[in-house]
T-cell receptor
Framework: AQSVAQPEDQVNVAEGNPLTVKCTYS??????LFWYVQYPNRGLQFLLK??????LVKGSYGFEAEFNKSQTSFHLKKPSALVSDSALYFC????????????FGTGTRLKVLA | GAVVSQHPSRVICKSGTSVKIECRSL??????MFWYRQFPKQSLMLMAT?????????EQGVEKDKFLINHASLTLSTLTVTSAHPEDSSFYIC????????????FGPGTRLTVL
């Protein structure tokens, strides 16, 4: 069965420090992987995706993510966190074949402390 | 980027009434739209997938007669919560897709439904 895990409910990081939000997945076949951010009472905003090619993907707002096939991970990273990055982050996976549905992780709340 | 709107953003209704939520793709044609429900501090739960001109595909456990979905055009999908009850109170979010596996979904801003 396909699944996505975000092992941390919350991540705290000091402003200016690098941040990492973890995501691991389990799918049959090659995965399409996505990261979204959600601010309070808002929909989700797309950050970045991995489809194929370079394992390091760069996205919006200075975020990047590294696809690691052997570890089945797709961790979200940013070199220097901003207080405005504080939000809820979701990892999602879509199997390459079949449905276009997403499977979402449970979300990780990022708190960047000034 | 692609923009998806939802209307209304917030609705309060009495128990037993029906509520319609609209989801529009403003600058692209969405062959597929999705409806999600999100409970406080929880992830998104996919309710159904709708394709223009055909019946929606509901996820297991979602009542088709309770949550009516219509995808009448390539830019509009509607979700009607029929005979709403307090347990239907939630944050409903739609998304739209160009319909290929590698295209990301674009999400609407969500609708907060409160049933009294």
């Amino acid at each position: 069965a396909q699944s996505v895990a975000q092992p941390e409910d919350q991540v705290n990081v000091a402003e200016g420090n690098p941040l990492t939000v973890k995501c691991t997945y389990s799918v049959s076949g090659n995965p399409y992987l996505f990261w979204y951010v959600q601010y309070p009472n808002r929909g989700l905003q797309f950050l970045l995706k991995y489809i194929t090619g370079d394992n390091l993907v760069k996205g919006s707002y200075g975020f990047e993510a590294e696809f690691n096939k052997s570890q089945t991970s797709f961790h979200l990273k940013k070199p220097s966190a901003l207080v405005s990055d504080s939000a809820l982050y979701f990892c999602a996976v879509r199997a390459q074949s079949g449905t276009y549905k997403y499977i979402f992780g449970t979300g990780t709340r990022l708190k960047v402390l000034a | 980027g692609a923009v998806v709107s939802q209307h209304p953003s917030r609705v309060i209704c009495k128990s037993g009434t029906s509520v319609k939520i609209e989801c529009r793709s403003l600058d692209f044609q969405a062959t597929t739209m999705f409806w999600y429900r999100q409970f406080p501090k929880q992830s998104l739960m996919l309710m159904a997938t709708s394709n223009e001109g055909s019946k929606a595909t509901y996820e297991q456990g979602v009542e088709k007669d309770k949550f009516l979905i219509n995808h009448a055009s390539l830019t509009l999908s509607t979700l009607t919560v029929t005979s709403a009850h307090p347990e239907d109170s939630s944050f409903y979010i739609c998304s739209a897709s160009l319909g290929t596996a590698y295209n990301e979904q674009f999400f609407g801003p969500g609708t907060r439904l409160t049933v009294l």
